[in-house]
């Protein structure tokens, strides 16, 4: 299997059973699809980013296909020509792990790494799928701006810091002091289903990453 992530020692083995029910859908994808990748999805991006992108987890014909986030699917199309629109990423997009694209300044770390069935991980797999999320959180000091890429992201990664979501509600566009230096952004998913209802359009989109800027340029590194 080709090595993605940068920060390969927080990744779960590929054989990993902590949610049976996530573990038997990997088990029947194996059969299905015994091409695919068919495993946890590990981190993708650069491991000195500024900005960390939580997202939810695999979809079926996208990450869970290729290995790599966000990639082979619509999702993918949108949110990697926003990396390129903004000098995020170095390369062409082509919707495969070999098309040699690079990620500079942003890595991606999904709240749940396994495919859930439906798209829709329970609380107790985003529960139990939170120390990889949080060891991977851990072992990017410099990032310092996030986006969450729809509720759950969001939920997930306030618990990972201890903060109550309550205190922080969720809302497109929305910027979040977390109280360190660091800030949160939400951004509804860049799902299909988003932004063919239009409840997320390219420009909504794209004001995410603009505001994200923007907060770096006002945050000074930690060091």
């Known amino acids: 299997m080709m090595e993605l992530s940068p920060i390969a020692h927080t990744e779960p083995p590929v054989d990993c059973l902590l949610c049976p029910r996530l573990v038997a859908l990997r088990r029947e994808c194996q059969s299905r699809h015994p091409g695919w990748w068919n495993a946890p999805v590990p ?3 650069d491991a000195n980013a500024w900005l960390g992108i939580v997202g939810l987890a695999p979809g079926m014909h996208g990450a869970n296909r290729t290995g ?3 990639t082979g699917d619509y ?3 949108l949110l990697f020509a926003t990396f390129a629109k903004f000098g995020l990423s170095r390369g062409t997009y082509q919707s495969r792990v070999d098309d040699g694209l690079e990620l500079e300044g942003v890595i991606i ?3 749940v790494k396994c495919l859930p069935p439906q798209n829709k991980p329970t609380p107790q797999e985003i529960n139990t799928c939170r120390r990889f999320l949080s060891a991977q959180l851990d072992a990017l000091p410099q990032l310092r701006v996030f986006i969450a890429l729809g509720r759950i992201a969001h939920d997930s990664f306030l618990r990972h810091l201890g903060l109550r979501a309550a ?4 809302g497109h ?3 979040h002091d977390l109280g360190d230096g660091r800030v949160l952004i939400d951004s509804y998913h860049c799902s299909r289903y988003n932004t063919n209802t239009g ?3 390219e420009a909504m989109f794209e004001a995410v990453f603009e505001r994200a800027l923007a907060a770096r340029d006002r945050i000074t590194p930690a060091g």
């Open 43 to 45: 981190a993708f991006g």
């Open 68 to 70: 790599r986030p966000f």
């Open 75 to 77: 999702a993918g199309d």
């Open 109 to 111: 770390i999904n709240s």
């Open 167 to 170: 205190s922080h509600p969720f």
């Open 173 to 175: 566009n929305a910027l």
């Open 199 to 201: 409840r997320l359009t």
